[in-house]
């Protein structure tokens, strides 16, 4: 932390972001320094994707005044207890976490160890020193084989689809009888396949791009018979930055379709564009953005994955007045003229 930071801090709101060089955590932290506050980041930096693009992340970070970050895994004994500790945070956003369905069927233990394991280490760290409020990402993965859509909070989440997913879905119930227990204020929420600048390159719109700019085939599962809600990062990151100061209580009565746990200071809250696309249609849109034509290579369904997905984004707009809304097409020209400017492209 660099020295006017440090000469302020004493009058700044503090934030523990973990996943601080990841493709939300980065731009989640940018919306905090913006806002003013002290932001501690923690990530391990592994190589589960190009490290060099999270370098790239964190240089922009630590260009800025009220930001630090170490470097290690979040579920490691002790780390986040001291750092707790040392910084007795405001606010907690947990975005820290081993991601992606294929590779949770390859390495299950990966996840098994960051996923579970470290929030685990972060709810005992927070037990020692409660924040004013947690939020904690899970992902709309959890409703699983559900159906009934667009999916409600209110809906039950029983049968996931992936391990991924199922581990997600304990760190909500692991995180409920923490904030049953200690009375720790903890929105869990699920987000909807978030893409914009920045993004991950294990994800479909990062692969699918380097691919149409290439000139590469790109697989298109369930034979492009796939439904997303696509979420713009900004607009996910603005949802976030509105909810901070909607802890939940229990001394708040319930709104209407409430998520709110009877027992407990615990929400589970919808961030998504309450509307589908089709695959085929982003596809699409990256072609116009790129004046190029994909070669597509027609799939099956990817194991542990879902046809569709549809928030229903209406507690979000209760709690907050805000729904994301960035359109398909500007978000995929963000995206793609993003790609070209930083791989020469």
């Not at 049953?180 to 903890?186: A, E, K, N, V």
Request: with cysteine; net charge negative; proline share 5%.
């Amino acid at each position: 932390m660099n020295h006017e930071a440090q000469e302020h801090g004493m009058n700044m709101k503090r934030a523990i972001v973990t996943g601080s060089s990841g493709f939300i955590g980065s731009f989640v932290c940018h919306d905090l320094l913006d806002k003013g506050w002290q932001v501690m980041g923690i990530d391990s930096m592994n190589d589960y994707y190009d490290v060099a693009l999270k370098r790239a992340r964190l240089a922009r970070l630590e260009a800025r005044n009220g930001f630090s970050q170490i470097e290690d895994k979040i579920e490691a004994p002790g780390v986040l207890a001291a750092l707790f500790d040392q910084q007795r945070p405001e606010a907690v956003i947990h975005l820290a976490a081993q991601a992606g369905v294929r590779y949770s069927i390859e390495n299950p233990r990966a996840y098994f160890e960051a996923n579970l394991g470290g929030t685990f280490e972060l709810l005992e760290a927070a037990r020692a020193h409660p924040p004013q409020h947690m939020l904690l990402a899970s992902t709309s993965s959890a409703y699983g084989a559900n159906t009934q859509m667009p999916y409600r909070e209110t809906a039950r989440a029983d049968h996931q689809m992936s391990f991924y997913a199922a581990t997600k879905k304990s760190c909500e119930n692991i995180a409920h009888s923490y904030a049953h227990i200690y009375g720790l204020p903890i929105t869990m929420f699920r987000f909807f396949t978030v893409y914009g600048p920045w993004g991950r390159p294990d994800m479909a719109p990062f692969k699918f791009t380097r691919a149409i700019l290439n000139g590469d085939a790109i697989d298109v599962y369930n034979h492009g018979d796939m439904q997303r809600d696509f979420t713009y990062v900004t607009d996910l990151v603005q949802a976030l930055g509105l909810l901070i100061d909607v802890a939940p209580s229990l001394d708040a009565p319930p709104l209407e379709n409430d998520s709110l746990s009877p027992v407990a200071p615990f929400r589970v809250l919808n961030i998504g564009n309450s509307e589908t696309v089709q695959l085929l249609d982003f596809i699409r849109a990256i072609e116009c953005t790129t004046g190029k034509t994909a070669t597509q290579n027609l799939m099956p369904m990817q194991q542990g994955d879902v046809p569709a997905t549809w928030a229903d984004a209406s507690l979000l707009r209760a709690l907050t007045g805000y729904v994301p809304q960035t359109d398909i097409q500007t978000g995929v020209t963000a995206f793609v003229d993003w790609y070209r400017g930083f791989y020469k492209a």
